[in-house]
T-cell receptor, first 116, second 113 residues
Framework: DTGVSQNPRHKITKRGQNVTFRCDPI?????LYWYRQTLGQGPEFLTY????????KSRLLSDRFSAERPKGSFSTLEIQRTEQGDSAMYLC??????????????FGPGTRLTVT | AQSVSQHNHHVILSEAASLELGCNYS??????LFWYVQYPGQHLQLLLK??????LVKGIKGFEAEFIKSKFSFNLRKPSVQWSDTAEYFC???????????FGTGTQLKVEL
């Protein structure tokens, strides 16, 4: 399977705990995006990387959230001191970028986080 | 900041009925427009996209969408829906730069036999 993969698919944690999610993009894609989706809403942009550089962060990404893409391949999203409001589906997407202009994003299956 | 409105939150149709899902965006500059679909238990998949050129774009599975710049709209259409089209449909826009997507709230489509 050469699509975007995310692990774990489901995570249940207690309030106050830290969690980390992983995203493996399509191998030749240099851009990687994180989105969050809550029930009844569309995905909301959190942050994106071009190669290993984090180029933009949404105001939704509080200081409890941190994302990395250390070698420009896979990425991790960590949430510290989780709160019940963090319960959501966390989606990863990847795309190409470059002189060819706009490229569509390919989404992974998501990680569903439940904070109890 | 750009925003996307999808006015139909839930749509129920019988097989063979025609479909039109509304999508309006707010942004005065150049936009790129997308429709994504999420079938039950599956991840988001691209249905079709508009970057430039012919405002009537065709996607997979018989879907099409028309970009009307004057109305800031990008409505999705299908002449005859099938039971297998039951899914959630999301309209999205980006305005270049980092290509981050702004999504609408989605339309849940149920097609009955």
């Amino acid at each position: 399977d050469t699509g975007v993969s995310q692990n774990p698919r489901h995570k249940i944690t207690k309030r106050g705990q830290n969690v980390t999610f992983r995203c493996d993009p399509i191998s030749e894609h240099n851009r990687l995006y994180w989105y969050r989706q809550t029930l009844g809403q569309g995905p909301e942009f959190l942050t994106y990387f071009q190669n290993e550089a984090q180029l933009e962060k949404s105001r939704l990404l509080s200081d409890r959230f941190s994302a990395e893409r250390p070698k420009g391949s896979f990425s991790t999203l960590e949430i510290q001191r989780t709160e019940q409001g963090d319960s959501a589906m966390y989606l990863c997407a990847s795309s190409l970028s470059g002189a060819g202009g706009i490229h569509e994003q390919y989404f992974g299956p998501g990680t569903r986080l439940t904070v109890t | 900041a750009q925003s996307v409105s999808q006015h139909n939150h839930h749509v129920i149709l019988s097989e063979a009925a025609s479909l039109e899902l509304g999508c309006n965006y707010s942004y005065g500059g150049t936009v790129n427009l997308f429709w994504y679909v999420q079938y039950p238990g599956q991840h988001l998949q691209l249905l079709l996209k508009y970057f430039s050129g012919d405002p009537l774009v065709k996607g997979i599975k018989g879907f099409e969408a028309e970009f009307i710049k004057s109305k800031f709209s990008f409505n999705l259409r299908k002449p005859s829906v099938q039971w297998s089209d039951t899914a959630e449909y999301f309209c999205a826009v980006n305005t270049g730069g980092g290509n981050k997507l702004t999504f609408g709230t989605g339309t849940q489509l149920k097609v009955e036999l």
